[in-house]
């Protein structure tokens, strides 16, 4: 069966926990990339230039589009990649008086 990532949006494959969400916020907050240990600033879906390129390239090597929308979503939902505009969208709630701290 074909799954393309609008499928598995819906589906909802790209949810993260709670507590991996948390996560990911506070990092876009403060501006770091989301992979563990590293200490650039994020250019593209929450990534480092030298992560977003490894991103790409392990995606460019997978053969079909199916594969792709997988492994995508697999590393939105385990808060290694953010969905693109979702960096825009964190940073505002982050701004947000209203935003539940703590």
Known sequence: MNRSVLELHLMGAFNRTRAKQAEVE???AAGQCL?????CK???RGLC???????YYELRHLDTPEERAKFE?????????????ESVKTKRRAR???TKVG
Do not use: E, N, W, Y
């Open 26 to 28: 506070a990092k876009v």
């Open 35 to 39: 992979i563990d240990g590293c200490t």
């Open 42 to 44: 994020p250019r593209s």
């Open 49 to 55: 230039d030298h992560h977003r390129m490894l991103f």
């Open 73 to 85: 979503a697999d590393q939105v939902r385990d808060g290694k990649i953010l969905l693109p505009g």
């Open 96 to 98: 947000s008086p209203f």
